[in-house]
Structures are given as C-alpha cells and as structure tokens.
Nanobody, 125 residues
Framework: EVQLVESGGGLVQPGGSLRLACTGS????????IGWFRQAPGKEREGVSSMSLSDDTDIHYGDSVMGRFTIFSDSAKNTVYLQMNSLKPEDTAIYYC?????????????????WGQGTQVTVSS
C-alpha cells in the first residue's frame, strides 16, 4: 500500500523559513513523481511544486512560490523535501504531498493517485 506522510509544518513569522518533508513507503521511490499542493480556507487546491524522481531536473514551481521555495529529494530516506523561504502570510495553508505513479510530475492535482494527510503551515506575526 502506498503511503505518504508529511511533516514539518508549523507557525512561522513572515520572512521566516520552514522545511516540509514527505516520506513515502509501499512503492519504488524513483518510479514516482511527487507533488506539493496547498489549500487555504475557501480557496481551491493550488500546485506548489513537483519533481519527477526518475529525473531530478524535471522540476516545476507555481508562479506564487518561484524563487522562494525549493524541492529536493533524498532517495536513501524515501523523502522529498520542500524548503520554503521568505514566507508570506498568503502562504498559510494546509500543505499536501501527492504521488503520481506515472512519474510525470506536474502541478495538476488530477494527475496524482496518492495523497498524504496534510500538514498545516501558518505564517503570522
């Protein structure tokens, strides 16, 4: 059974940083793509970043996080990270990681088969 577990959320002041982790099990790590998505209250789910684990140069970022967030992986730990810098109040949301068994890696949530439970990120002073 494919499982994805997020960790690393919390409360941070504007301008601060957080690193989220998505640890996977039950699948061959480098055959998947992992995407990070977020959803704020009253808003649609938004694609944040994605990475094809078979090609770590195949990376995408949403326009709102470009230049501030970085996605990277550690295959030895079956984990994909999302480093979030220069955080803004509008980054406040529940952050989800998702797995795409086709391995393509896009920012379209419809492409993803497996989802974690989410982790709350709150940016506030």
């Amino acid at each position: 059974e494919v499982q994805l577990v997020e960790s690393g959320g919390g409360l941070v002041q504007p301008g601060g940083s957080l690193r989220l982790a998505c640890t996977g099990s039950g699948f061959t790590f480098d055959e998947f793509a992992i995407g990070w998505f977020r959803q704020a209250p009253g808003k649609e789910r938004e694609g944040v970043s994605s990475m094809s684990l078979s090609d770590d140069t195949d990376i995408h970022y949403g326009d709102s996080v470009m230049g501030r967030f970085t996605i990277f992986s550690d295959s030895a730990k079956n984990t994909v990270y999302l480093q979030m810098n220069s955080l803004k109040p509008e980054d406040t949301a529940i952050y989800y990681c998702a797995g795409d068994a086709q391995g393509w890696g896009t920012l379209d949530p419809e492409e993803y088969d497996h989802w974690g439970q989410g982790t709350q990120v709150t940016v506030s002073s």
